[in-house]
């Protein structure tokens, strides 16, 4: 259909029209140099009816083919084929933006989603319909994560690693009235010698410089009192700091407690000119009765009623102000010092033009919460398994790749299966003054300069991660000095590490497009059935002969205790056992959630190294070269299978044991009971909390039994569709658990 037919026809209804019309208009307009009074004459509408367009209020397709015709006749490039791209159905897939770099291949799905649809609509062989059913769902999953444009790019790593002002530089976040100040002083994040940033902070673009805060619930800033209360009153007593292991809140939260409630340490000069330091919520503790009671004072002095300002915006200000103004914002409410504001559980940092180096792309960063323990903390692994987000795992210089960095990447590895070297995750080293001139080459021999010493440096890094089973080769590596490197470069890298995530599934998408056209070929050909139809049969005897849950290799608590084991600190256990096993440093069930899923990758492995050797084999089969796209996509699905067990297996692991602990009140209070027996105590409760797992052998049986069913749902029924005639129909959360680009294949 022309768009004059369809202007005429009106075959569009408003509410199908572009969400982002208003602005693709505007840009248009804007590209054509035209003003509203020369796109109104051109077109033969009134101006005011242009800059309604343009605001986003209702228009007419007609209305709309009347601007577009006349923006290409004053010169704009764009309009001529966003005419084509409005006219355009979609019936399969949503309709994406106009600037989607994925756009092209878009439409290419929805006509090849149509050509499927077409063919099903007649009685087929069923081996042809079951793998063009698999396809189909699988071109509907990736088509889905790509017509969403939205991706994060999260920097972890320790406390104290830089993190912070690398990512004020690299993104510009600086205080322009600062040049020539010490680092710490220009960013607009706040940064120091660690433990400085209270929550996670998201940079993204807004409509204007401003903050927005999502606040702590009030049952966590209690318990925050609490612990802060509780260290507190414990440290009254000396003889009992002396017998115990030391305790006490993250200086983070203690600093922001301790300026909201008016109780900080009031460092004061004698005549003398002596310095002490006096510390005001000791003296409150010893005017209270009770720790009750002192805790019931701080909370009071919270005034948590009037904290209930969530947005802060700049305006009136040029964006040299604007920075500024941030800069002390920040400051002010990552410290607690806005009467106002509540304690934030994250912080939006929003900026008109964040992200405008990635057009068609909606890019945030995320500064997260610095490590302080060996633990993978909720916040960060809900990170890694995020398939939008690109992790960048932070390191000194010297120290890379740090002992954190080396075990977030086993984490992502045995915890997920996810593959390191298609954009999901890179390391970047945070090199200081000299540093990289401090690299020595195998025959000690310096580098020339910084680049040399950033290659010298990769070198080792990669001989590092390449020491296990080879599974961490390929992850990149990048660099940045603060003080002295080139910003745009390294953003352009990461930037690139985004595209390479959604090439991913684009080349997926493509793939089984290319699948589903061959079967459609070719369907009328008897050799090409046949072979599809021998690939089902081998695929049958198979599963016939190994369709049992593989038996367990370890018990999902295990993972739990070997991270107890690793604390660093006795007041993360210590706050742990203060909320029944759910602390944000430290939570019980995640641990456990990452066990089962452990367990399900490695029960699971010589399992599908069999399906692999199948696979080989029926590959290698010139009886079968009609079918190898076939066989092909089978490979690939099966990553999929094996990480959506995996996924459900965490799920369920947490599911059967969190109700179960944090109902046990008598395991918690033995648990935090141990405080005050002497060193010792994270041993003491790790004991209680093993001893806990092993009496529980109707919750270990039930997790057994929901296992057996996550791995039909998951594995033995999607296999059993392509080698089955009579195999009944995947619910819908199997068919689209399919795509999973970013899996390690099956023999990994």
């Known amino acids: 259909m022309t768009l004059k037919a369809f202007a005429k026809e009106q075959v569009m209804s408003v509410s199908q029209l572009p969400p982002t019309l208003a602005q693709d208009i505007a840009a248009f307009r804007s590209e054509a140099g035209a003003t509203q009074i020369q796109l109104s004459a051109k077109a033969g509408v009134d101006q005011s009816r242009i800059s309604r367009i343009e605001k986003g209020e209702a228009s007419t397709p007609l209305e709309i083919q009347k601007v577009l015709s006349a923006l290409v006749e004053l010169g704009s490039k764009g309009a001529a084929e966003y005419a084509k791209y409005v006219e355009s159905d979609w019936h399969h897939v949503e ?9 092209g291949v878009l439409e290419f799905a929805e006509g090849a989603l149509q050509q499927i ?54 993104y510009g976040l600086l205080d322009p009235t600062m040049v020539g100040a010490e680092l710490r002083e220009r960013v607009v994040l706040e940064t120091g010698g660690g433990h400085t940033t209270l929550c996670e902070v998201n940079i993204r673009r807004g409509p204007g410089y401003g903050i927005i805060v999502q606040a702590q619930s009030d049952e966590e ?21 002396e017998k115990n292991d030391s305790v006490n809140v993250s200086e983070e939260v203690q600093r922001a407690l301790r300026n909201m409630s008016g109780l900080t340490v009031k460092r004061e000069r004698d005549a003398a000119g002596k310095t002490t330091s006096r510390d005001q919520a000791a003296e409150l503790a010893s005017q209270c009765e009770t720790e009750e009671e002192f805790r019931a004072r701080v909370i009071d002095r919270l ?17 040299k102000g604007a920075m500024q103004q941030l800069r002390k914002l920040f400051r002010e409410i990552n410290n607690g010092r806005l ?31 610095g490590l302080d323990e060996v633990a993978v903390r909720a916040d960060l692994d809900a990170r890694l398994k995020d398939p939008r987000t690109h992790v960048v795992l932070c390191s000194t210089f010297n120290q890379a790749p740090s002992t954190s960095v080396q075990l977030l990447l086993d984490h992502l590895r045995n915890a997920h299966g996810v593959r390191v070297d298609n954009g999901k995750v890179s390391v970047l080293a945070l090199p200081r003054d000299d540093e990289a001139m401090a690299v020595k080459d195998d025959s000690g021999e310096p580098p020339i300069d910084d680049e040399d010493g950033y290659n010298l440096k990769r070198d080792q890094i990669l001989r590092t991660l390449a020491g296990g089973d080879g599974a961490l080769n390929g992850v990149p590596i990048l660099f940045f000095n603060a003080k002295k490197d080139d910003a745009a470069k390294v953003r ?35 050799a090409f059935t046949a072979a599809v139809q021998a690939v089902a049969d081998r695929l049958g005897h198979f599963l016939g002969a190994h369709a049992a849950l593989p038996p367990r290799v370890r018990q999902p608590s295990q993972e739990l205790i070997e991270a107890m084991g690793a604390i660093r600190y006795a007041s993360t256990i210590w706050a742990m056992t203060r909320r029944n096993g759910e602390y944000y440093n430290f939570s019980v069930s995640h641990q456990v959630g990452a066990g089962g899923a452990k367990d399900a990758l490695l029960r699971s492995k010589t399992w599908f190294d069999k399906l692999q050797g199948i696979l080989d084999t029926l590959q290698q089969d010139a009886d079968l070269a009609l079918a190898q796209k076939t066989i092909q996509q089978v490979e690939t699905s099966a990553a999929g299978w094996r990480r959506a067990f995996a996924e459900a297996a965490r799920t369920a692991a947490v599911e059967v044991y969190r109700g179960p602990l944090e109902a046990d009140v008598s395991l918690w209070s033995r648990c935090a009971a141990q405080w005050g027996a002497g060193p010792g105590f994270k041993v003491r409760v790790e004991r209680l909390i093993r001893d806990w797992f092993e009496a529980q052998t109707e919750l270990n049986q039930k997790l057994e039994g929901v296992m057996a069913a996550l791995w039909d749902d998951a594995v033995v029924r999607p296999l059993e569709r392509l080698s089955n005639e009579s195999a009944e129909e995947l619910p819908e959360d199997v068919r689209s658990a399919v795509v999973v680009p970013f899996a390690r294949p099956v023999s990994a």
């Open 339 to 369: 009467s106002d504001v509540p304690m934030p559980a994250s912080i939006d940092l929003l900026l008109p033009a964040f992200g405008s180096e990635s057009p068609g792309l909606g890019i945030s960063a995320v500064d997260t919460k």
């Open 303 to 319: 005034k948590l009623e009037v904290r209930t300002r969530r947005e802060v915006w700049i305006e009136d200000v040029g964006a």
């Open 492 to 526: 352009g890298e990461l930037i690139g590490q985004v595209e390479r995530l959604r090439q991913s599934y684009e080349t997926r998408l493509l793939d089984e497009c290319a699948a589903a056209d061959e079967v459609v070929r070719h369907h009328e050909t008897q």
């Open 117 to 170: 649809a077409e063919f099903l609509d007649e009685d087929r062989p069923w081996p042809l319909k079951r793998q063009l059913e698999r396809q189909r769902a699988a071109i509907e999953a990736s088509a889905s994560y790509l017509g969403k444009t939205g991706h994060q790019i999260a920097f972890i790593g320790e406390v104290g690693v830089g993190k912070s002002t690398a990512i004020s530089f690299l």
């Open 221 to 241: 800033i209690r318990n925050l009192v609490g612990d802060f209360c509780a260290a507190t009153w414990l440290r009254r007593s000396s003889a009992a700091a």
């Open 95 to 103: 309709r994406p933006d106009f600037s989607n770099p994925q756009r």
